[in-house]
């Protein structure tokens, strides 16, 4: 009986052991303490001795039974406690982790689209890589013109240029990565007949060098209505919920005369400085009004390179760069601030 006694300690102190969890111990209490276990087992097998040797057995299996007892005790507390260093304190105040959110250029981008959608404009996307015709030619701008020179343009090889090592089919053919969202309004006068209602917003790359107001990547607005008897009042119009919308009820607009290949007239809309109300600071150039974006009525020639009657239909366009008005919204004076990925800027908005 003793080596039983004996083997039952040994077995039950090596399984103890090897046991990493709570319900582990708590199945071993069951197996040597609970009401068909060891221990007790070995307490029915005492009526099998006779009166003098029942009393040392007995001693054996209660010293048995408060040294398994200790053992599950003690096996247990250490758990919880290897369990609480893993997890940590959970009476210690937590730490808090901050929720991410929009990128102040999308949230720009979103409130844009939103004014606009509220006009009965739709949103389009168009494709990033353009060919010389939809961001050039077809918007009325000639081949003598700065913006098509390679010095202001990433124009882009193809593979079949790429293996014969030189320029392959006509110069309008060449791809590039679009430096105006403007080629948006071609590929939809293209395929839909008006009355038309556009807005679109993505990226554009020009190879400029990198300062506080200039980089190689930045974001575009092409908006565009289309219709009969579209008036430069209705581009007035139009510019002027916007302007109220996005910069406030006080804000002040204006109109400059101006040129661009694709609209006649055109002009510059400028707005009051936020900073000063129009008084003049440094901000402005002390001259009280700050340009956002660029406009006009369709030129004649664009309605005929994607197949509309100009005496049929007129319409006006209107872009402007994203990180402009959020710089302005925001009063931030280095566009670089946008894609540096600071978490501190980022997170102030």
């Not at 039952?8 to 102190?13: N, V």
């Not at 014969?164 to 089919?169: D, H, I, L, R, Y």
Request: charged share 30%; proline share 5%.
């Amino acid at each position: 009986m003793q080596q039983k006694i004996k083997n039952i300690r040994e077995k039950f102190l090596r399984e103890v052991e090897e046991t990493s969890t709570p319900q582990g111990i708590e199945n071993l209490k069951i197996k040597y303490l609970g009401r068909k276990g060891e221990v007790t087992k070995l307490l029915k097998e005492i009526k099998n001795f006779s009166p003098a040797e029942r009393a040392g057995i007995g001693k054996l299996i209660n010293d048995l039974k408060k040294e398994i007892t200790q053992s599950i005790q003690q096996r247990l507390e250490s758990l919880s406690k290897e369990v609480k260093e893993k997890k940590g304190d959970i009476t210690l105040p937590g730490t808090f982790s901050s929720l991410g959110h929009l990128h102040p250029l999308s949230q720009i981008i979103n409130q844009i689209e939103e004014i606009f959608q509220r006009l009965n404009f739709r949103i389009v996307d168009g494709p990033e890589i353009e060919d010389e015709y939809h961001n050039f030619e077809a918007l009325n701008i000639p081949l003598d013109h700065p913006s098509r020179d390679a010095f202001d343009t990433f124009y882009l090889k193809s593979k079949e240029q790429s293996a014969k090592g030189k320029e392959v089919g006509k110069r309008s053919e060449r791809l590039l990565l679009r430096s105006q969202t403007s080629p948006v309004q071609i590929r939809v006068m293209e395929k839909e007949k008006p009355p038309l209602r556009i807005i679109s917003a993505g990226k554009v790359y020009r190879p400029d060098a990198t300062d506080a107001s200039h980089a190689s990547m930045f974001h575009q607005v092409e908006g565009f209505m289309v219709d009969e008897e579209v008036s430069f009042a209705n581009l007035k119009g139009i510019l002027s919920i916007f302007v109220k919308e996005m910069f406030g009820e006080d804000v002040q607009m204006r109109f400059r005369p101006h040129y661009f290949p694709f609209t006649e007239p055109s002009a510059e809309v400028d707005i009051s400085c936020l900073l000063c109300k129009g008084k003049g600071c440094s901000a402005c150039g002390n001259k009280g009004w700050i340009e956002i974006l660029g406009a006009g009525m369709i030129s004649p020639r664009v309605f005929e390179r994607v197949g509309y009657d100009p005496d049929k239909v007129s319409g006006f366009a209107f872009g402007m760069g994203v990180e402009r008005i959020a710089m302005l919204k925001f009063n931030i004076r280095d566009i670089r601030l946008f894609f540096e990925n600071d978490i501190r800027f980022l997170q102030q908005f």
